[in-house]
């Protein structure tokens, strides 16, 4: 393949993994790094580093305007980003040093959990109205409810959030993935907030979109300050996904939660396929 | 009472609240959003120019080595291409911790502890990731 249409090829890639990030509220690292890696060729840990860099580009452009049209809820936002970032850190300093095997069965069954129970919930309008209620003392204190215009049934919905815990810990397994894997964890973020702490379907996506960007940054310095970072890679990566999250913040937006709930438990379950297979073939790189 | 009239009444409550909300929180949700938006697309109009001069210097290849920040300063003086993609790459990457520092002094501004607290953590933890480790 030469130079030129690597380059195109990753734009399109990119393109696509903005739309399907900002839409799943994920970074889309776990399409782009399997992508250079198998069919552009590119060495894994330039694909991290490039896919780094991706993902601080969906989570911007899409947090963007999930924050301008009052999806985000800043305040939760802000309390796992606590966890995360010392989950990358933990990720980057001592991650590194646990079985890979155990990382990837523990990783694969909480994929399959999280796909099975988000494609059986319903979320239905009526149910996020119940919602709204008491909620926990901590919850409380943190002030973490929060209430947002959902534009599919142009409804108001406040809604409390439930578990605060044990979120929190969920959040600080996500960071230690994107600390290890140059991912930016939406796939555990996402179902930790919709399944865990209860949180609107959409309210969790863009939140978790707020997110990522913080925890990719983190590790996209210490990649960039060790030389592995390729502008020229980096650059269409970028341009790519901005353009993609153009179109996936407006999809999302307008979209029904039951979509979005459906797309990204099909999203889940790929992906234990491909952990599994990676399990079974040791020599695929993923 | 009518139906109708009960039905607008109804609406005219639901527009109110959803005013209520957003302006709470508009001026603040609009700074993020510029902020964001305005590191993305400060970002990629960087990197367009540094492809503009790829084409301007007549180079075969796209430069394939970022620049290390402590050598930026003298490649972008010198107008070479690696100086401008890896400085549009590097504005994307502060993007995030900007954001933090301003979420940081909104909560100041609320003088609201727990965030501020919450908030210097996560600023401690990138800063310290970007400087330390790095």
């Known amino acids: 393949m030469s130079p030129f249409e690597v380059l195109v090829l990753l734009a399109i890639a990119a393109f696509l993994a903005g739309f399907g990030g900002s839409y799943l509220g994920i970074g889309g690292g776990v399409f782009l790094i399997p992508f250079m890696t198998i069919v552009l060729g590119v060495g894994i840990k330039i694909a991290i580093a490039t896919s ?10 899409a947090a963007a305007v999930y924050v301008r049209d009052h999806l985000t809820n800043l305040r939760l936002a802000m309390f796992l980003e606590v966890a995360t ?3 990358a850190i933990a990720g980057a300093l001592v991650g590194l040093r646990l079985p890979d095997f155990f990382l990837f069965i523990v990783f694969g069954v909480v994929l399959f959990y999280a796909a099975i129970t988000m494609a059986r919930i319903r979320e239905t309008a009526k149910q996020r ?11 409380k204190r943190l002030n973490l409810g929060s209430v947002y215009f959902d534009q599919e049934d142009q409804g108001v919905y406040r809604y409390r959030v439930e578990r605060p815990v044990a979120g929190f ?3 600080a397994a996500a960071g230690l993935f994107s600390g290890l894997l140059g991912v930016g964890g939406g796939f555990i973020k996402v179902p930790a907030m919709n399944i865990l702490m209860r949180v609107p379907m959409k309210a969790a996506v863009a939140t978790s979109n707020f997110m990522i960007g913080v925890t990719a940054a983190a590790s996209a310095f210490i990649y960039y300050s060790q030389g592995l970072v390729d502008p020229g890679l980096a650059a269409m990566v970028i341009i790519g996904v901005f353009s993609g999250t153009n179109l996936g913040t407006r999809a999302m937006v307008k979209a029904k939660a039951s979509n979005v709930r459906v ?3 099909a999203c889940l379950a790929a992906l234990g396929v491909a952990m599994v297979l990676r399990l079974a073939f040791p020599g695929v790189p993923l | 009472m009518t139906a109708r009239s009960g039905l607008r009444i109804v609406q005219d409550r639901i527009a109110a609240l959803r005013r209520a909300v957003i302006s709470e929180v508009e001026d603040r949700n609009r700074l993020i959003f510029h902020i964001l938006r305005g590191g993305v ?6 990197l367009l120019f540094g492809f503009i001069l790829v084409v301007l210097a007549g180079q075969s290849t796209i430069p394939d080595r970022s620049i290390p920040p402590r050598a930026l300063e003298e490649e972008l003086f010198r107008f070479t291409s690696a100086g401008y993609l890896s400085l549009g790459v590097l504005v994307l990457i502060f993007t995030p911790v900007l954001r933090v520092a301003f979420s940081l002094l909104s909560f100041l501004e609320e003088r609201d502890r727990l965030y501020v607290l919450m908030t210097a953590i996560v600023f401690t933890n990138l800063v310290t990731s970007l400087f330390v480790l790095a």
Do not use: N
């Open chain 1, 52 to 61: 780094l860099i991706g993902v601080i580009a969906t989570s911007s452009g």
């Open chain 1, 85 to 87: 970032t010392f989950g």
């Open chain 1, 129 to 139: 109205a119940y919602q709204a209620g008491d909620e926990s003392s901590l919850s």
């Open chain 1, 169 to 171: 810990g969920a959040s």
């Open chain 1, 263 to 265: 797309a990204f438990a």
């Open chain 2, 41 to 46: 697309v400060v970002s990629v109009a960087v």
